[in-house]
């Protein structure tokens, strides 16, 4: 969504030395790779300088999220750039399918991979097995456990932590004499979907605000959001102020599911992260009061840059966070549209 400026790569320079010297002398018991990226042939693995091709590994945790689907192709597009080749996989939202991806793409033989656990920790072995083939393992929008830092070289995304406490204290803001409101979670057992809760409930819980009901999704799914949020209409009905969904698509099925009950979306207040298409138009409509969104286009850089840094023997800073986008109806003119 925020404009950013694109960096140039000085590879025309050495590209010209090398001239010179030349002339001197669905899901199935197998991961999915996405087929028209190709497989990898020969690629050595963590080795060479900025004049030799990488070739790097993005596993798509579910390519049927469009946040994933949106990276998978950033990763595409300027992986040239950084004087790599991207290959995709798709896990389908299947952890046991992310690890096996994991695993053909070490057989592959490629520099470096990039995950978005749909499991945090059915991923680590993987990692490990990764870590000890000596490639580069790169934690995407989505981090390992605490205590399982060194199974990763760095890790690109948002601090959901921070997601978490401003959805918190926008609802603060918003009643300042208190109120009752639901969570619809993410994914549950997903890096996002545990740190997006964790941080929000204890700063909720010592507002005056109540959460009656808080219940997570299966997978990062509309229609699992607009099931959970049918339950609470049931349960507690004109009782319900607000919500927090844990993703702004999932939010799409709570606002189906209260248009559907007959209740007034916009006499409510509404609180989704992502920043995604569907988040941004609500936010313009009026049927939601914030987006909290992320900035995958410079989180798909860094990671990039980070791994190509790796490659030619640099230091890098194993955290990286990428700043939030609060999205609101006073503020949405200063971003534009996103792609995804």
Not at 9 to 21: E, K, N, R, S, T
Not at 246 to 253: F, K, M, N, P, R
Request: with cysteine.
């Amino acid at each position: 969504m925020k404009l950013v400026n694109k960096k140039v790569i000085g590879v025309l320079l050495v590209f010209v030395m090398v001239i010179a010297l030349a002339g001197c002398g669905d899901k199935t018991e197998n991961a999915t790779e996405v087929p028209e990226v190709g497989t990898v042939e020969g690629t050595e693995t963590n080795t060479g300088g900025a004049t030799e091709e990488a070739t790097i590994a993005f596993i798509c945790a579910d390519m049927g999220n469009p946040s994933q689907a949106y990276a998978s192709s950033l990763f595409e597009a300027y992986a040239k750039d950084y004087n790599l080749k991207a290959v995709i996989f798709n896990a389908a939202g299947d952890a046991q399918l992310e690890a096996s991806s994991v695993q053909q793409a070490i057989a592959q033989g490629v520099a470096a991979i990039y995950v978005n656990p749909n499991d945090i920790n059915a991923i680590l072995p993987a990692l490990q097995e990764a870590k000890d083939a000596g490639i580069i393992v790169g934690m995407f929008s989505s981090d390992v456990p605490v205590g399982s830092e060194d199974l990763r070289d760095f890790f690109v995304g948002v601090d959901d932590n921070q997601a978490g406490v401003e959805a918190a204290n926008a609802f603060i803001a918003n009643f300042p004499n208190g109120a009752k409101i639901v969570e619809v979670g993410g994914q549950a057992g997903h890096d996002a979907q545990i740190k997006r809760h964790g941080a929000f409930e204890p700063v909720i819980s010592n507002s005056n605000i109540e959460v009656l009901g808080s219940q997570a999704c299966d997978q990062w799914s509309t229609d699992q959001a607009l099931a959970i949020m049918d339950d609470f209409i049931v349960k507690y009905g004109d009782q319900i102020e607000g919500v927090f969904c844990h993703w702004d698509g999932g939010l799409t099925g709570v606002i189906q599911a209260l248009d559907a009950a007959g209740m007034d979306t916009k006499g409510m207040f509404l609180v989704g992260i992502d920043g995604s298409q569907s988040g941004v138009q609500q936010v313009k409509d009026g049927t939601q009061d914030l987006t909290i969104g992320q900035d995958f286009l410079a989180m798909s850089k860094k990671s990039l840059e980070l791994t190509r840094d790796v490659l030619d023997g640099k230091t890098v800073t194993a955290q990286n966070f990428i700043p939030l986008m609060l999205v609101t109806p006073e503020t949405i003119d200063d971003f534009t549209f996103p792609e995804w």
